[in-house]
């Protein structure tokens, strides 16, 4: 496979639940972002990582733990989340993280909370 | 604050020609990225401008000016499959990535 690969496509959950999502790219690309997609809203970026070592965390709620055991693999643990969590999560990786580096983004995993 | 203005939805014929602006408020620059996103489909990369001027890509060109803190994305003999989102962001002088909320383009027969 090449690009950026995100399981599962759909995830329902309960507000007690803890489910992970995944992503995975093929790139070699060395920095890998956690995004929140929600309607009509600008993307919000959540999390990045670079070279496996987290560099920016956006002020998220602890109910959401990134994982980046290498650099090509990222997760996203949910745990105790809310209804208002539910949206569009997308993965992306780009070369590395400054000027005019491309984002390659994965389709996402939409996630709702009931 | 920093922010980026695009309209939330456009509405064009097959075969016309299409522009969707962007227009932004960031602490430095470096750099305004256009992406499109189909529905339920993942943003892919359209055009990257840095220094003031038009960027020709086939039917797509994009055209800066920094000055005016503007951009535009315009879309020649427009088709079906151009229907989708249409992404402005800008890299601050952080490097951080501000995105707009996007502009949805509804390509009508």
């Known amino acids: ?114 | 604050g920093q922010n980026i203005d695009q309209p939330t939805e456009m509405t064009a014929t097959e075969g016309a020609i299409v522009q969707i602006n962007c227009t932004y408020q960031t602490s430095g620059f470096n750099g305004l990225f256009w992406y499109q996103q189909h529905a339920g489909e993942a943003p892919t990369f359209l055009s990257y401008n840095v220094l003031d001027g038009l960027e020709e890509k086939g039917r797509f060109s994009s055209f800066l000016s920094r000055s005016k803190g503007y951009s535009y994305l315009l879309l020649k003999e427009l088709q079906m499959k151009d229907s989708a989102s249409y992404l402005c962001a800008v890299r601050d002088g952080n490097y951080q990535l501000i995105w707009g909320a996007g502009t949805k383009l509804i390509i009508k027969p």
Do not use: I
């Open chain 1, 1 to 114: 496979e090449t690009g950026v690969t995100q399981t599962p496509r759909h995830l329902v959950m309960g507000m007690t639940n803890k489910k992970s999502l995944k992503c995975e790219q093929h790139l070699g690309h060395n920095a890998m972002y956690w995004y929140k997609q929600s309607a009509k809203k600008p993307l919000e970026l959540m999390f990045v990582y670079n070279f496996k070592e987290q560099t920016e965390n956006n002020s998220v709620p602890s109910r959401f733990s990134p994982e980046c055991p290498n650099s090509s693999h990222l997760f996203l643990h949910l745990h105790t989340l809310q209804p208002e969590d539910s949206a569009l999560y997308l993965c992306a990786s780009s070369q590395d993280t400054g000027g005019a580096n491309v984002l390659t983004f994965g389709a996402g995993s939409r996630l709702t909370v009931l």
